[in-house]
């Protein structure tokens, strides 16, 4: 590794990722809204961005920050094999995931965990939110894998762990004792909540672990609402509670499927109480468009997804994650950022050539974790950039390219990529302007 961590590379950048681009030629973008820019950095921070002289050839690469994984399941990633759900519905997913709590253990989730670690870091990944299953047998043994992985890829990447618990468990003396154990460890607490969440005992117990939560000083973030019934249920008991307690922890709602199938106005309502209440959502597109809206002997029209577009419009702030890989829940992933925004091209009319496409796979994921860095590129951000071998969205797209990965201005070495498939590594020697 070049020990000064030091260079510059010339590429496309997306228009609203850059800010503070040097005097030069007046810049024109793409009709994909991409920049040619001139980046440089040093000692692991970009020093300069210019704008690249109309003089010079176009680039043919596209450089992008590392990317943000908002929601994953490390513990369960690559089970699928021995929990597969083939009927792909949410019961049989969740009876392979039970049946398969019985030979998870500490070696095993180091193993997996480890496994995606390393995809997402080649594939340009900085940071991972994974949910770990709290309850049973196999939970010491996931949390202890996941912190010792926590400590190992300090300064590779963050790694914020969820104890996910469904919401009657944390209530219980154990819930409080793992919820005081997982605030020491840094970690956030998890609620399940989705249909049937009506009645004043839910109401009470989403109180009182939001309660305690606030007292420990740890962020929560909910599976809520994954589901094709009951549109919204869960999302209304939350801000029921929040109209009645002051909580000031962070809030994130993950996956929200249901609340699509409101009609406009109160849809519309219901995301600016969320707005009003600072609640961030995690959109997941791909579990819920397997898992969720099946009819027998039918293909579903109806594809519920948490309605990005219109919790935008009311000021929330929205991310877009992978959530599960190869596992019960959902059979394909990889742990490919690139792969998730073409994913969600189709299934969600996210196009990252706009603002608000773009967002919640970059600033608003930052932002949703917490993270010190939101993504932007600008004289004294971390040198931390994907080299994607495209020159449009169009070609970054159409298929998992080949990149390369810049960690704190330091290339990051072919060895480090070793198992991932061929197609979506790039061998040092085919690089062309990065230097
Ligand atoms: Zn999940």
């Known amino acids: 590794m070049n020990p000064s961590r030091q260079g510059c590379i010339e590429a496309w950048v997306p228009r609203g990722l850059v800010s503070a681009v040097a005097g030069g030629p007046a810049l024109e973008a793409t009709a994909e809204g991409l920049l040619p820019l001139s980046v440089h950095w040093n000692q ?119 104890a996910l618990r469904p919401l009657d468990q944390w209530t219980s003396s154990s819930g409080r004792q793992l919820a005081a154990r997982v605030a020491r460890s840094g970690g956030l607490l998890g609620i399940v909540l989705g249909p049937p969440c009506h009645g004043s005992d839910t109401c009470r117990a989403l109180g009182q672990i939001l309660g305690l939560a606030d007292q420990l000083g740890c962020g929560i973030d909910l599976h809520i609402d994954e589901a094709s ?76 997804i948490a309605p990005i577009r219109q919790l935008q419009r009311a000021g929330v702030t929205v991310a877009v994650g992978g959530d599960n890989v190869q596992d ?29 496409g773009l967002a919640p796979f970059t600033t608003a994921a930052a932002q949703l974790l917490g993270l010190a860095w939101n993504g932007t590129l600008f004289p004294g951000a971390p040198a931390d950039l994907i080299l994607l071998d495209a020159s449009s969205w169009a070609e970054a797209l159409a298929s998992p390219p080949r990149r390369r990965v810049l960690v704190e201005g330091g290339w990051l070495e072919p060895a480090c990529r070793d198992d991932l498939p061929q197609t979506q590594t790039m061998p040092i020697a085919d690089v062309g302007s990065g230097r």
Not at 89 to 113: C, I, M, P, Q
Not at 328 to 356: H, K, V
Request: proline share 8%; charged share 20%; hydrophobic share 45%.
């Open 229 to 304: 019934t009951d549109p919204g249920a869960g999302l209304r008991q939350l801000i029921r509670v929040l109209q009645q307690n002051r909580i000031e922890v962070p809030i994130t709602c993950s996956h929200a499927s249901s609340m699509s199938l409101l009609p406009a106005t109160p849809l519309r309502r219901l995301a600016e109480q969320l707005a009003c209440h600072q609640v961030g959502v995690v959109a997941l597109p791909l579990t819920n468009a397997w898992l969720l809206g099946r009819q027998i002997g039918a293909t579903p029209v109806q594809r519920p």
């Open 44 to 162: 692991g921070k970009i020093t300069r961005l210019e704008p690249i002289g109309l003089q010079r050839p176009e680039p043919r690469q596209m450089l992008l920050p590392r990317l943000v994984e908002p929601h994953a399941h490390l513990d369960k990633a690559f089970s699928w094999r021995e929990a597969h759900n083939l009927a792909g519905t949410y019961e049989g997913a969740l009876a392979a995931n039970l049946a398969e709590h019985r030979s998870r253990d500490r070696n095993l989730v180091l193993k997996r965990a480890g496994r995606a670690l390393q995809h997402g870091l080649g594939h340009g990944l900085r940071a991972v939110r994974s949910h770990v299953d709290s309850l049973g047998p196999a939970a010491d043994g996931s949390w202890e894998a996941l912190l010792e992985l926590q400590r190992q890829w300090r300064g590779r990447m963050e790694l914020q762990l969820v």
């Open 328 to 356: 019960p829940w959902f059979p394909a992933g990889n742990f490919d950022p690139l792969a998730l925004m073409a994913m969600a091209l189709p299934l969600a009319q996210l196009a990252p050539w706009q603002r608000l």
